[in-house]
Structures are given as C-alpha cells and as structure tokens.
C-alpha cells in the first residue's frame, strides 16, 4: 500500500538551530488520552493533595487545583527535564501536559563559548526526535504520532499569546481541537 506523500510543514530556507522561542504540538498516536488519569475532562483537585501535578515549569491553572498525570503522563514530565539536561542551550520555558498530546515553548540559546568552543544548537526536530525517544525509552512503546506541529514566535505578542494558551487549555480542554473522549 503507497502512502500518502505527507505536505512539509516546515518554513523554506529556515534554520531551525538558530536561537529562538519556538511553539511546538505533539500528539499522541490516534489521539489516545493516555496521559492524565482522568481523561475525558479537567477535574479540578485542591492544591495540597499528593498526586503528581504537570510540573513546575508548567501550567498552574488558575483555580489553584493540579491535574493528576498518568504513568505515562509522569514520563512525558520526566523527558522535559532529560532533554534540557541533554541540551544546555535549551529551554522548556513554558509547556503543559494534555490527555493526548502536548503544548511547550522551547527557547534555543545557543553560541555560548564553553572549555574554548563555541556551543552548538541542534534542530528543533532533532530535539523533539529526542523527547519521543526517551519517553518511548520509558514507557516502553511509542505514543506519538508521526511529526509535530511548530511554529516560530516571532514577536513578545505571539509569546504572550501562546503562554496564555498554555495556561489556559487544561481548563478549556472540552472545546480543543485535539478533544477526544476516548
């Protein structure tokens, strides 16, 4: 069976490397809600209960409640500290957690010169290649889907913007393109 010649949906002539915020989507596989233990809607819970939340770096929703992340939920937060620890020069500066795929700001700042070299940034993908794979690593089995969504910010606006949507998509996660009840 051929399949379908996939559309690039990365910018021409653009060097992904370079320093910058960038706005990334990945999705799970089938849009399987694998990664919260209640999948099919944000349950607001109080604050000070033991359950994992999305992480530190992440959303806190405004109702000051957390949301309780699956097993595989919890290795798609542990893969977010792995890869920045990999890659010094980048940063998850914001990114949330949702039943079936995920949202995060990813900064690349490299160029810094480290033991007399000049530090070099790999590509955004090559980046999410290394966040699908250590979370395959973890669970065990792939969860994503093929590629992923990006988009370069451009401006302080589009920042703001997509930080809100970080913040704010646990809460209207019924009203999301990607909501799935399965």
């Known amino acids: 069976m051929d399949r ?3 559309k690039d949906i990365r910018l021409g002539n653009y060097d992904y490397s370079r320093n910058g915020a960038y706005f990334v989507t990945i999705c799970t596989k089938d849009k399987m809600c694998i990664f919260w233990q209640n999948n099919d809607k944000y349950t607001a819970l109080k604050a000070d209960t033991d359950n994992p939340s999305v992480g530190a770096h992440s959303v806190r929703p405004r109702c000051e409640s957390k949301i309780r992340l699956s097993e595989f939920g919890i290795a798609v937060k542990k893969s977010f500290k792995t890869v920045a620890a990999y890659y010094p020069m980048i940063h998850f500066d914001r990114y949330v957690i949702m039943p079936n795929h995920i ?7 490299a160029g ?10 790999p590509t955004l993908s090559q980046v999410i290649k290394n966040f699908k794979e250590n979370v395959t690593r973890n669970i065990g089995f792939s969860v994503w889907q093929r590629s992923f969504y990006d988009r370069i910010i451009r401006n302080e606006q589009e920042y703001r913007a997509f930080w809100e949507y970080i ?4 809460m209207t996660w019924e009203n999301d393109e990607l909501f799935s009840k399965e």
């Open 4 to 6: 379908p010649v996939r």
């Open 103 to 109: 949202h995060a700001i990813i900064i690349i700042n």
């Open 112 to 121: 810094d010169v480290i033991g007399g070299r000049t530090e070099c940034a």
């Open 167 to 170: 913040e704010t998509n646990p």
